[in-house]
């Protein structure tokens, strides 16, 4: 009788046991996985749904977008991610990026075409192929083609601070000229050099 007892109750402490850290690793997977839902707008040609490319496969309104997913919108399509408090976004027609993000905000890396913000309390992280950073608030945007032209601009004009440190040295030497023209009436008359001599008086 004492030995059915006890059987009966280390099976119901197994059972406990094993109910809870099932619980437990549902519970830890569910949180790592946080998703976003993507809605997806604009004209097909064959007259279907339109679609957009989540990772190489097609995706239609509806779909869950994880963290580093990389999405791609074809021409004449557009696509926004909602991503709940972490902010949405809006990928323009031929568009890539890989999306990051987490309860506490979001970035992103974009190949080509343009996003735009819609809503985040934080600002996106949008990081280009042409090596620029950009954090983009609620109703910015930022284009891969603008962000390459802008490197190609700087690298024109002289590199930015190269050409201010230039500008400076150019506007030293001219004062230092000025300085040294006008520093005294019986020094130097022009900048050819010509000594003025002075005769005394008898």
Excluded: H
Aim: with cysteine; hydrophobic share 40%.
């Amino acid at each position: 009788m004492n030995s059915k007892l006890w059987i009966r109750k280390a099976l119901s402490t197994c059972l406990a046991v094993a109910t809870i850290l099932t619980y437990s690793m549902v519970t830890l997977a569910n949180s790592e996985k946080i998703a976003g839902e993507i809605l997806v707008t604009g004209i097909n040609i064959d007259g279907q749904a339109p679609f957009v490319k989540v990772n190489g496969e097609t995706a239609q309104s509806g779909r869950s977008i994880f963290s580093s997913s990389t999405i791609a919108t074809p021409e004449n399509t557009r696509a926004i991610i909602s991503l709940g408090k972490a902010g949405k976004i809006e990928l323009a027609p031929n568009t890539t990026l890989a999306l990051f993000f987490g309860e506490k905000g979001m970035s992103g890396d974009l190949t080509t075409g343009r996003v735009t913000v819609l809503n985040a309390a934080d600002g996106v992280v949008i990081n280009t192929v042409g090596g620029k950073s950009l954090i983009l608030n609620s109703g910015e945007s930022a284009s891969a083609a603008t962000a390459q032209q802008d490197d190609t601009t700087d690298n024109r004009r002289g590199g930015g601070s190269a050409g201010l440190f230039y500008a400076l040295i150019l506007a030293g030497a001219v004062a230092g000229i000025v300085f040294a023209a006008t520093r005294g009436n019986d020094n130097v008359t022009t900048l050819g050099g010509g000594a003025r001599i002075i005769s005394p008086t008898r």
